[in-house]
């Protein structure tokens, strides 16, 4: 999901975006529609006026119809549809009134006018998209149907929201489309941090993506020229260095004395060690891939350690399951270890080392004293514990550098006199 965050941004704001409007537009539909009700009651006001003015007159029923067919207002005559009508109906809005008739009464104190208020209500209603008004008054009711007035549609309300829907939608679809080309760079930067060097960012275009994909592409060559001229530079340093070496090793046979040849052996042998250590540092600094992994059983792992280590078996206790297994480049992983088998035989009292499997780790553990520093400080090039002993400082530096193409790290803990080195 991390790796697709951006992309979830957009669409959970494109979600949002959607959801928002299409809120503001049920809203806006509802209040539309509200109005529209209201401005047709109001404007058919005109119908209560002439009913109105029917009661208060006692006009007959045929000028009633007449007075309404001159704006086009039906009166519904026939009971069944009346009634199915009544029964069916949406009701859209209501209001009651009140009527005031007046009559000239006569008594023995002579004529007075008397005044009646009635109640009248007016109802709009609706029946398969036509409108009804009915009234109800004290003396009859009456059902008049505008034979003009459509209902309310919501068309333009629904165009609107369609078009602002698509607008936006296209929208959204042009930024992702502007932003596929981020996606693909993530990929090939990916490669790259994988060890694809050979990878290419170049790209056409002018925009801000563009112009990143052609500077990385830029620095990709830089870095690739320094490695290159890297490795050229320390084989060719090493190669140099080995010819002198094994001339000085053959020369040194013909020197007079055993001491002499001995003391000159040493140097060179030394030499030459410094010289192999150097040439592994710079195949692990420079490794791209992990293409030359394979799984093997850790045993079989130590086994070649202690091989290449060249120790008596009785020097190193294992204690390690046959099943376990891991992906590792074998040289390297095997270097590892020998260096962790030289280095707890080298500084322990009792020149023995256990290899066990502690917490699914692999730990070697030695007798001595707890590190005089921190272990920082051991995995940093020629530094070590004793000047004295017989190493360049470089053994702990090793170890760490192949755990780390390894994707592992080197720990360090001290329990009741015994050094635990663990990688973990």
Partial sequence: MR???????????????????????????????????EHIFSKHE????????????????????????VYKFLIKEDK??????????????????????EA??????????????????????????????YIESPIGTVLIQDEELKPYTYYFVAYSYLTIILIISISFILILQRLRPLIRLRKKIALFGNGDMNVSFKTSGYDEIALVSNELESTREKINSLLESRTLFLRNIMHELKTPI???????????????????CSIFGRLESLVEEFALIE??????????????????????????????????????????????NYRLYTTAIKNMIDNGIKYSPDAHVKILIMNDELCFESKGDCLA????????????????????????????????????????????????????
């Fill in 46 to 69: 005109t119908i209560t006026q002439i009913y109105r003015e029917h009661l208060q007159k006692k006009t007959s029923q045929i000028m009633l119809e007449a007075n309404l067919a």
């Fill in 104 to 133: 000239i009464m006569l008594n023995n104190k002579g004529f007075y006018t008397q005044r009646v208020v009635r109640d009248l209500r007016i109802s709009m209603i609706e029946l398969h998209k036509i409108i009804y008004f």
């Fill in 283 to 328: 195949e692990v600094t420079s490794i791209n891939d992990k293409s030359n992994f394979k799984e093997y059983r850790l045993i079989d792992i130590i086994d070649g350690a202690m091989d290449m280590a060249m120790v008596e078996r009785s020097s190193v206790t294992i204690d390690v399951d046959a099943s376990v297994k891991l992906m590792a």
């Fill in 246 to 264: 094994a001339k000085g090793t053959i020369a040194t046979q013909m020197l007079p004395t055993l001491k002499q040849r001995d003391r000159f």
């Fill in 373 to 424: 520093n921190p272990l920082q400080y051991y995995i940093e090039p020629f530094t070590k514990e004793n000047p004295s002993k017989n190493s360049f400082g470089l053994g702990l530096y090793l170890v760490d550098s192949i755990l780390k193409v390894h994707e592992e790290i080197l720990a360090h803990e001290y329990d009741n006199g015994v050094n635990r080195f663990i990688f973990a």
């Fill in 3 to 37: 790796k697709n965050a951006f992309f979830i941004t957009v669409l959970f704001a494109l979600g949002v975006t959607l959801i928002s409007v299409s809120a503001v537009f049920l809203e806006f539909n509802k209040l539309n529609k509200h109005q529209y009700i």
């Fill in 80 to 101: 069944d549809e009346r009634r199915a009508i009544l029964k069916n109906a949406k009701l859209l809005k209501g209001k009651n009134f009140k009527r005031v008739d």
